[in-house]
T-cell receptor, first 113, second 111 residues
Framework: DSGVTQTPKHLITATGQRVTLRCSPRSGDLSVYWYQQSLDQGLQFLIQYYNGEERAKGNILERFSAQQFPDLHSELNLSSLELGDSALYFC????????????FGSGTRLTVV | GESVGLHLPTLSVQEGDNSIINCAYSNSASDYFIWYKQESGKGPQFIIDIRSNMDKRQGQRVTVLLNKTVKHLSLQIAATQPGDSAVYFCAESGANSKLTFGKGITLSVRP
C-alpha cells in the first residue's frame, strides 16, 4: 500500500456521461498530481494541485476538471466522455510542490463504452 | 519541445544477469530525473532518482547514471530477478513541478 488511495478501482460508463475519480494523498503530502495512462500515449500529466490551489497544468482537456479540497483529497471530473477517454487514471502525491518523491496510487481504470 | 524517450520497447534478460535500461531526454533544463517501475495492475513505483549535479547514484541493486553532455540516463539492475519483470519508466522534471515520462520499456526476466 503506497498510502495514496484512489477510488473507484474500475469504472465502466457510456459515452456522453460524466464521472468523478477520487484521490486521497499520502498523509502529510500537500501536492496531488493527476496522470492519464493509455497504451499509445504513456503517462501524460494532466494537472497538479498544491494545498488546494492549482499549481501546474498539462494536456488536460476542457471536458476535464479537477479540484483539491481543504482536507487535501482531490477529485478529477471527466465529462462528455468519449471512447478515447478509456485509460488508467493515476493520482500521485508529494510533500512539496517540486515533484520530488512522487508516490502513486494504484489507479482507476476507466472504460467508456 | 520537451520529451523523454526510451530507446527500446522491450528488454529480455537472463535471471542473474545485469540489466541496463537506457533513456534519452531532450530538455537540457531538466534538473531532476527519476526511474519508476510499474507492475501489472499497479501504479508506478519509485526506484531511484538523481539530480543534475550528480552523474551516478546507487541504491540497493540499482544504479542510475546521468550523462548531461549527451542527455542520457540509464538504469542498471544487478543480478536481475524474476520480480524485476515490469515496465520501467524514466521521468524528468525542470523548473516546474510536473514530471515528463517516457513511454516505458518492458523488462522480461527469463528463468
Amino acid at each position: 500500500d503506497s498510502g495514496v488511495t484512489q477510488t473507484p478501482k474500475h469504472l465502466i460508463t457510456a459515452t456522453g456521461q460524466r464521472v468523478t475519480l477520487r484521490c486521497s494523498p499520502r498523509s502529510g503530502d500537500l501536492s496531488v498530481y493527476w496522470y492519464q495512462q493509455s497504451l499509445d500515449q504513456g503517462l501524460q500529466f494532466l494537472i497538479q494541485y498544491y494545498n488546494g490551489e492549482e499549481r501546474a497544468k498539462g494536456n488536460i482537456l476542457e471536458r476535464f476538471s479537477a479540484q483539491q479540497f481543504p482536507d487535501l483529497h482531490s477529485e478529477l471530473n471527466l465529462s462528455s466522455l468519449e471512447l478515447g477517454d478509456s485509460a488508467l487514471y493515476f493520482c500521485a502525491s508529494s510533500v512539496g510542490g517540486q515533484g520530488n518523491g512522487y508516490t502513486f496510487g494504484s489507479g482507476t481504470r476507466l472504460t467508456v463504452v | 519541445g520537451e520529451s523523454v524517450g526510451l530507446h527500446l520497447p522491450t528488454l529480455s534478460v537472463q535471471e542473474g544477469d545485469n540489466s541496463i535500461i537506457n533513456c534519452a531526454y531532450s530538455n537540457s533544463a531538466s534538473d531532476y530525473f527519476i526511474w519508476y517501475k510499474q507492475e501489472s495492475g499497479k501504479g508506478p513505483q519509485f526506484i531511484i532518482d538523481i539530480r543534475s549535479n550528480m552523474d551516478k547514484r546507487q541504491g540497493q541493486r540499482v544504479t542510475v547514471l546521468l550523462n548531461k553532455t549527451v542527455k542520457h540516463l540509464s538504469l542498471q539492475i544487478a543480478a536481475t530477478q524474476p520480480g524485476d519483470s515490469a515496465v520501467y519508466f524514466c521521468a524528468e522534471s525542470g523548473a516546474n513541478s510536473k514530471l515528463t515520462f517516457g513511454k516505458g520499456i518492458t523488462l522480461s526476466v527469463r528463468p
